[in-house]
T-cell receptor, first 117, second 113 residues
C-alpha cells in the first residue's frame, strides 16, 4: 500500500510482558516519528528517526521504551515489562525530509492499540 | 515552553453553523502551525497549515486565523457538515526541534444533522 502501515492493529497483553510494535513508513520517507495517544488526549512525542542520524529519543517516558529503525525503512517500538499506564494507541508517522528546515507533512498510520491488563 | 493549549475539549454545532477551535502557544520559536483531523480508528491527517508570516489562510470551508502578537491561532470551519465530525488537533513545530510536532489536546467536534 501507499500509506504508513502499522502492526498489530490491536494488542492485548498482561502486565510485565514485553511487546513489539512495527511501522512500515511510506517508501522514500526519510523521517519517522512515534507518538503515543492516550484515550481522549493529544499526541505525545516519543522518538524521531532521520536517515542515518542518531535518533531523537527525548520523548521516551522511561528506559522500558526503546525503538530501532533499519536504514530508512521499518521501525520497531519495544516496550519492556509493560505497565497498565502504557495502555494507549501508538501512532507512527513518516515524512519527506525537505531541504533545509522546511516542514514536511506528517503521514500517520492507523496506530497500534495496546491494552495492558 | 513546548506546550500548545487547545480549547474547547468538545464542541457541538448544528449543520451549516461555524465551528471555531482555538489554540495558544508559548514558544516564540514555533514557525509552523498545522491542524490535523482524526476520524475514529484512523490516524490524524493534515487538514491545513500556516506559517507566521501571514495572518490568515483559507482552504475551502477551512480557515486558519493567526495572531502572532497574542501567540494564538484558530481553526474556523464554515458551513459545518456532519462529515466534519471528528477530533481536531492543532500543532506547532520549529526547525530546532527537527520539525517534531507538539500537539494540542484535541477537540472533539460533533456536527448535528
Amino acid at each position: 500500500g501507499a500509506g504508513v502501515s502499522q502492526s498489530p492493529s490491536n494488542k492485548v497483553t498482561e502486565k510485565g510482558k514485553d511487546v513489539e510494535l512495527r511501522c512500515d513508513p511510506i517508501s522514500g520517507h526519510t523521517a519517522l516519528y512515534w507518538y503515543r495517544q492516550r484515550l481522549g488526549q493529544g499526541l505525545e512525542f516519543l522518538i524521531y528517526f532521520q536517515g542515518n542520524s542518531a535518533p531523537d529519543k527525548s520523548g521516551l517516558p522511561s528506559d522500558r521504551f526503546s525503538a530501532e529503525r533499519t536504514g530508512e525503512s521499518v521501525s520497531t517500538l519495544t516496550i519492556q515489562r509493560t505497565q497498565q499506564e502504557d495502555s494507549a494507541v501508538y501512532l507512527c508517522a513518516s515524512s519527506l525530509r525537505l531541504a533545509g528546515v522546511k516542514p514536511g507533512e506528517l503521514f500517520f498510520g492507523e496506530g497500534s492499540r495496546l491494552t495492558v491488563l | 515552553q513546548q506546550q500548545v493549549k487547545q480549547s474547547p475539549q468538545s464542541l457541538i454545532v448544528q449543520k451549516g453553523g461555524i465551528s471555531i477551535i482555538n489554540c495558544a502557544y508559548e514558544n516564540t520559536a514555533f514557525d509552523y502551525f498545522p491542524w490535523y483531523q482524526q476520524f475514529p480508528g484512523k490516524g490524524p491527517a493534515l487538514l491545513i497549515a500556516i506559517r507566521p508570516d501571514v495572518s490568515e489562510k483559507k482552504e475551502g470551508r477551512f480557515t486558519i486565523s493567526f495572531n502572532k502578537s497574542a501567540k494564538q491561532f484558530s481553526l474556523h470551519i464554515m458551513d459545518s457538515q456532519p462529515g466534519d465530525s471528528a477530533t481536531y488537533f492543532c500543532a506547532a513545530s520549529w526547525s530546532g526541534s527537527a520539525r517534531q510536532l507538539t500537539f494540542g489536546s484535541g477537540t472533539q467536534l460533533t456536527v448535528l444533522p
